[in-house]
């Protein structure tokens, strides 16, 4: 079996009532694809998420996304603490995410929104504390920085999604208990120093994430040119995960389902509740 650990089922381009990603979920189960985490971005999609979730038999996490702490008030964090509460013994709830920084989009990085940046992070890391969950880490050109904070505010572990830093900042995440989610930016041959990465760290701290409808492989992928020619962008989802194992169990000189294997238990390593549901809790 395989797990996609992050994917944003809830996304628009699955269109009106996520009919589309229905129909990607059950390609992705006929293909392998045992369980998907789907996380929130912001307060208006915590409950969208999480019945999600239920409706299509898969987990889910809820936080706020670094992209919209701009829209985010304190009011939201309050919101978000009281939803895991009140889903404090739903096991299809794994984690607190997605939370992290982004030190990409310019506007994000001006002072005073790095400053807000960090303190919802910081907060949201409390959060995890407190409940006792394990986080879903956005670490966009931000890796020390959210290194940083988690060893102020230790979680336990968790997952450093779509993670794309050096060997040290690798090693750094592993070291705090987290594994690191690979994706479809490894299915790039030009990616030549995350391909290293996916080929050379411990196959213990490896696990395998689409990002749906985000960061497409290569065989969905139109470059601008292709784009003004008329060729559309193709939409990732769930249901492209084991062809993605394919190409990392390649890198790595190993059978697929070897891959599919370990990471299945990785994940289930640093979200314990998605191995009970991997076991079969309701």
């Not at 699955?14 to 045992?34: D, I, K, N, T, Y």
């Amino acid at each position: 079996m395989w797990i996609d650990t992050h994917c944003h089922l809830d996304a628009p381009e699955f269109g009106p009532e996520q009919a589309l990603s229905m129909q990607a979920r059950a390609l992705a189960r006929e293909r392998g694809v045992g369980l998907c985490v789907i996380p929130a971005v912001m307060r208006r999609n915590l409950d969208t998420v999480r019945l999600l979730a239920h409706r299509m038999g898969d987990a889910y996490a809820l936080g706020i996304h670094p992209l919209y702490v701009p829209q985010a008030a304190d009011e939201d964090l309050d919101a978000l603490d009281a939803a895991l509460t009140a889903h404090r013994d739903d096991p299809r709830l794994v984690a607190v995410g997605e939370i992290g920084l982004d030190f990409f989009v310019p506007a994000l990085c001006e002072p005073a929104m790095r400053a807000r940046q960090e303190h919802v992070y910081r907060a949201q890391l409390r959060l995890a504390r407190k409940h006792g969950l394990p986080v879903i880490l956005h670490v966009r050109r931000s890796a020390d920085a959210v290194l940083k904070h988690l060893r102020a505010l230790p979680t336990g572990g968790g997952i450093a999604h779509a993670f794309n830093g050096s060997l040290e900042q690798a090693r750094a995440f592993i070291d705090l208990g987290f594994a690191l989610g690979f994706g479809g930016a490894a299915t790039f041959e030009p990616a030549k120093r995350l391909r290293a990465l996916a080929a050379d760290l411990p196959l213990s701290a490896l696990v395998l994430e689409t990002d749906a409808p985000d960061i497409p492989p290569h065989w969905l992928y139109a470059t601008a040119a292709e784009r003004e020619a008329g060729r559309p962008q193709g939409v990732n989802t769930p249901a492209e995960l084991p062809r993605i194992g394919e190409v990392i169990a390649g890198l790595r000189g190993i059978a697929p389902a070897e891959l599919a294997a370990a990471t299945t238990a990785n994940a289930g390593r640093v979200l314990p509740r998605l191995a009970l549901l991997d076991a079969g809790a309701p």
